[in-house]
């Protein structure tokens, strides 16, 4: 079974741009949540998408968006990118109860100039 | 605010010996709580979860434990194993929250032979 893939994998930017992240869940999950990572912050919790709805959402700026498609897979978008936005962008996906197993895909790792 | 607290950012451990890694959380909403393990340039992987009708949850070398009055959770790993050598990220999830996990900022664990 094929794992939860992220393209791209590294993305450079430069302040004011926006950039689109893309996430394809395993196969029959419908869950996607996305989590940034940095080192002064760690994990946080961005939003999740549940058959095409966001089902939760984290504290960030309305600059941080996303989508789920009929296929399950997600994209998420930043506008007007500033330079703390430099992190690492992680996709997980689960079948979508909170029993079962949340896996996560390797990240994109996008840096803002 | 951190509402999941890892207080011990690097944890260096004999193998063969007992890790202890622990967790504090703030939330009482909390209900939901997992463990992850992180190597570098891979996403967060799935170890071991409790829910908080239980306090102990064991899985082959790893055990959690759940203190609900002290708000504190712990892994066990016995033994240790060099190949145990990776960051260790507690989350918890709020009732009714779907999959918005709230992560710590990790513990990077040592296994030395």
């Known amino acids: 079974k094929a794992g939860v893939t992220q393209t791209p994998r590294y993305l450079i930017k430069t302040r004011g741009q926006q950039v689109t992240l893309s996430c394809s869940p395993i196969?029959?999950?419908?869950?996607v949540s996305w989590y940034q990572q940095t080192p002064g912050q760690g994990l946080q919790f961005l939003f999740e998408?549940?058959?095409?709805?966001?089902?939760n959402k984290g504290n960030f700026p309305g600059r941080f968006s996303g989508r789920q498609f009929s296929n399950s897979r997600s994209e998420m978008n930043v506008s007007t990118l500033e330079l703390g936005d430099s992190a690492l962008y992680l996709c997980?996906?689960?079948?979508?109860?909170?029993?079962?197993?949340?896996?996560f895909g390797p990240g994109t790792r996008l840096t803002v100039l | 605010d951190q509402q999941v607290k890892q207080n011990s950012p690097s944890l260096s451990v004999q193998e063969g010996r007992i890790s202890i890694l622990n967790c504090d959380y703030t939330n009482s909403m909390f209900d939901y709580f997992l463990w992850y393990k992180k190597y570098p340039a891979e996403g967060p992987t799935f170890l071991i979860s409790?829910?908080?009708?239980?306090d102990k949850n064991e899985d082959g070398r790893f055990t959690v434990f759940l203190n609900k009055s002290a708000k504190h959770l712990s892994l066990h790993i016995v033994p240790s194993q060099p190949g145990d050598s990776a960051v260790y990220f507690c989350a918890a999830s709020p009732r009714n929250s779907g999959y918005a996990l709230n992560f710590g900022k990790g513990t990077s664990l040592l296994v030395t032979p």
């Open positions: 998408y549940f058959s095409e709805t966001q089902r």
């Open positions: 196969s029959g999950h419908r869950s």
């Open positions: 409790i829910s908080s009708i239980k």
């Open positions: 997980a996906s689960s079948l979508g109860s909170r029993g079962n197993e949340q896996f």
